[in-house]
């Protein structure tokens, strides 16, 4: 099994997540964190996450990069803002998992 940190967010230090399999991360936000996740996400609109997207490297990506696989991800982030955004204000932790 491969040991990465969980990305930093909002300046957070990586730390080990709670499961680390072939195929998938299980992570763990305390309540901090998930704020930290929510006002982040406050900030992120269509343009930055294009951006962003151009930037990174997809060495391990085994999707197709390109402008459907953009819309998809763009199509997620309201209910992503809204979701974090409750849960910070009700001081609630966030466990959510990642494929790889």
Request: aromatic share 8%; hydrophobic share 40%.
């Amino acid at each position: 099994m491969r040991r990465r940190g969980v990305p930093a967010v909002a300046g957070r230090p990586r730390r080990r997540p709670l499961l680390d399999g072939d195929d998938r991360l299980v992570c763990h936000l305390d309540p901090a964190e998930v704020r930290a996740v929510a006002d982040a996400l406050a900030r992120v609109d269509e343009p930055w996450l294009r951006t962003r997207y151009a930037e990174l490297e997809f060495e391990d990506y085994q999707g197709v990069r390109g402008e459907d696989d953009l819309v998809y991800t763009v199509c997620f982030l309201p209910d992503l803002r809204e979701f974090y955004r409750r849960a910070a204000e009700q001081g609630h932790a966030v466990v959510f998992t990642v494929d790889q």
